[in-house]
């Protein structure tokens, strides 16, 4: 098992560093603060699972790091980059080539085929149609799915339309790839395949992955789990620890 001693981690080696990062939405009646300084550090290579009860600021979080959504005051950093204050195009530029999105709902575009969506990052980032299609072929060879190049959405089971969205969220061997629910939609069954593809790829790959569960299954794959209350991390446990909490022990 991988160790991941992230008080002593090289700088070199830190891919995600937070540091009291607050967030507060305002609905016009009321103010809810979904981070209240939060502070985080992963290092290359780690599985990291992010759980907690609803609201309690979780996918809030996984949005902030990857830029998805701005924050009120902290800092993030992304290999060395301070995200903090990046205009918007280039940050959008940055999730592009350095991050994969995999979400519970897949996205998939229906009237493309699955190496259309896989290969449509590329496309958007400047990437000739060729090599486009040659990096999204391999990116579902990756996940096994190579023959289903040519079905569309609706011609694939939601285990097949997973994988589909995680080899187009690895189509450009991103630095980090943040999951949010990857497995909420799926059978007990299917949700054990799409984890065990997702721990061979970091091994494999070293991917460092960040994901949001409410499955303490799932939270049990990853290296270290993040519990969440109220906007601050509450407490961390490690793998063998939430691998008991699955068990029921």
């Keep these: 098992m991988t160790s991941f001693a992230t008080g002593s981690t090289p700088a070199d080696e830190v891919v995600i560093e937070a540091r009291d990062v607050h967030k507060t939405y305002d609905t016009g009646s009321v103010q809810v603060h979904a981070l209240r300084g939060v502070s985080?550090?992963?290092?290359?290579?780690?599985?990291?699972?992010?759980?907690?009860?609803?609201?309690?600021?979780?996918?809030?979080?996984?949005?902030?790091?990857?830029?998805?959504?701005?924050?009120?005051?902290?800092?993030?950093?992304?290999?060395?980059?301070?995200?903090?204050?990046?205009?918007?195009?280039?940050?959008?530029?940055?999730?592009?080539?350095?991050?994969?999105?995999?979400?519970?709902?897949?996205?998939?575009?229906?009237?493309?085929?699955?190496v259309e969506n896989v290969e449509l990052p590329l496309i958007v980032s400047g990437v000739k149609p060729k090599i486009a299609r040659q990096m999204a072929l391999e990116s579902l060879g990756r996940v096994r799915l190579r023959e289903f190049a040519t079905h569309r959405p609706n011609q694939l089971s939601g285990g097949q339309r997973q994988r589909v969205t995680i080899a187009r969220a690895l189509v450009n061997r991103p630095a980090i790839m943040?999951?949010?629910?990857?497995?909420?939609?799926?059978?007990?069954?299917?949700?054990?395949?799409?984890?065990?593809?997702?721990?061979?790829?970091?091994?494999?790959?070293?991917?460092?992955?960040?994901?949001?569960?409410?499955?303490?299954?799932?939270?049990?794959?990853?290296?270290?789990?993040?519990?969440?209350?109220?906007g601050v991390i509450d407490v961390e446990r490690t793998q063998s620890e939430m691998a008991a909490v699955a068990a029921g022990h």
Excluded at 201 to 218: G, I, M, S, Y
Aim: net charge negative; glycine share 8%.
């Design 40 to 114: 985080l550090t992963v290092p290359r290579g780690e599985m990291v699972a992010i759980m907690g009860p609803s609201g309690c600021g979780k996918t809030t979080l996984l949005n902030s790091l990857s830029g998805l959504d701005d924050f009120d005051s902290g800092t993030v950093h992304i290999n060395g980059t301070d995200i903090t204050r990046m205009a918007d195009d280039r940050k959008t530029e940055f999730r592009a080539r350095d991050m994969g999105f995999v979400f519970q709902t897949y996205n998939l575009l229906p009237v493309l085929s699955a």
């Design 178 to 230: 943040w999951a949010d629910e990857p497995t909420g939609a799926l059978d007990s069954g299917t949700a054990g395949e799409i984890m065990d593809l997702i721990v061979e790829l970091n091994r494999e790959a070293r991917q460092t992955t960040v994901l949001v569960t409410h499955d303490p299954k799932v939270a049990a794959r990853c290296h270290r789990t993040i519990l969440m209350a109220d």
